[in-house]
């Protein structure tokens, strides 16, 4: 039956898992808010799986490199790109914030705000000071940074170790055969865990609506309307008019990964679908070596989504505050996030502490402030998960097109298929599709 196929879809799942668990949030709070687990679990067995395969695609894609020097080539572009396409983020949410100017009227006395609301998230901000951050790159042991599951962290491990079998040269190809078999398993384990996106999207979506209800988001509907709008504009404009110059439609990329457009939405985590990003932009003709570096890599320093909301919040919290910002103070505001957007990156609820890392290293707006956006922050991160997968999906096929490496004839006969169809049930005996 031809609804039995639809049903079938997993973005179809995923989608009906959302709107049951808006459905139970909104009817049942107390039940809605304690499937929690439900989200996390399904989180967590993708993000258990992220460091091996970012492992095994980084370090071998580097040891079949016959030129290691563009290698660095790759690296260096991908960060001229974040850092131009960032900095456009920040300045995007900051004119939007000074011509919607949706925090006007609140008129909040910061004094009486509690600050213990956001005493967690200002600790975990103070302790990322600029060394800190780059001392944590490195492991305190080869498989601790496995243990942790920090991707920038792995990521650096699995550089040194794809030159250390390039060199090798004879010696190096069985490890990186080996590698590549065994990212294979992790891939098929991932077709597996990734089944059970409707589930883990329908408990986080429920404890959303259950937690926080739809009176919140109704209260600061100006802010949370503002910033889905703004990135949307983004995404279409900015990202659109970027794709088009790279040769690509960006709506047939967005139709290409709606799988996992939707399970981030689900989620409300982008690395939920950093795997299966990777996989599906190698068929998309993006070499393994410029795959497994800007991805992982874009997830720390290509925060589209969080760029805006941070300079768009911030502007949000002054105005509703009574506190004029001159221009050199925004300017300030604009200098500090660009160092603060890359800071916070692989920690839970990533946006909310660069806001407050911001805030406090600017020094106008209170930080207790933010206890203002507490309780609609879940609804925008949604939006922010969803902007920073795009932008990394975008960046990706541009610095492969820019490299001269893009297999533009796969390209495009991808984005006109469409994916493949998902993986069949475990139990049954066809082969998995790749």
Sequence with gaps: MAIWRVLRLLYVQVL???????????????????LKPLGDAFVKLIKMLIAPVIFCTVAGG???MSDL??????????????????????????????IVQPGAGFNVDPKTLDPHAVADYVAKARQMGVTDYLLHLIPD??????????????????????????????????VTHALDRIGEVFFGIIRIVVRLAPIGAFGAMAFT????????????GALVGTFYVTSILF???????IAWLAGFSLWRLLVYIREELFIVLGASSSEAVLPQLMQKLERLGAPRAVTGLVVPAGYSF???????????????????????????QELVLLAVAMLTSKGASGVTGAGFITLALTLGAVGVIPVQAMALILGVDRFMSECRALTNVIGNAVATLVVARWEGTLDREALARELRQGPAPAAPPPHTVESPAD
């Excluded at 668990?21 to 107390?30: F, S, T």
């Excluded at 995404?235 to 008019?241: D, E, I, S």
């Design 141 to 174: 042991t080869f498989a601790g940074a496995f243990a942790a599951g920090d991707v920038l962290q792995v990521l650096l491990l699995a550089i040194l170790t794809g030159f250390a079998m390039a060199r090798l040269d004879l010696v190096g190809a069985p």
């Design 16 to 34: 009906l898992g959302i709107a049951l668990g808006i459905l139970v949030g909104w009817l049942w709070p107390q039940f809605g808010a304690s």
């Design 209 to 220: 609506i259950g937690k926080y209800g739809l009176a919140a988001l109704l209260k600061l």
């Design 69 to 98: 020097k563009s290698f660095g080539r790759i690296g260096g572009r991908a960060l001229v790109y974040f850092e131009a396409v960032s900095t456009l983020a920040l300045l995007v949410g900051l004119a939007v914030g000074e």
């Design 302 to 328: 290509n925060l589209d989504g969080t760029n805006i909301y941070m300079t768009l919040a911030t502007l949000f919290l002054a105005q509703a505050c009574n506190i004029p910002l001159t221009w050199e």
């Design 235 to 241: 995404v279409a404009v900015v990202l659109g008019l």
């Design 62 to 64: 580097i040891a079949k």
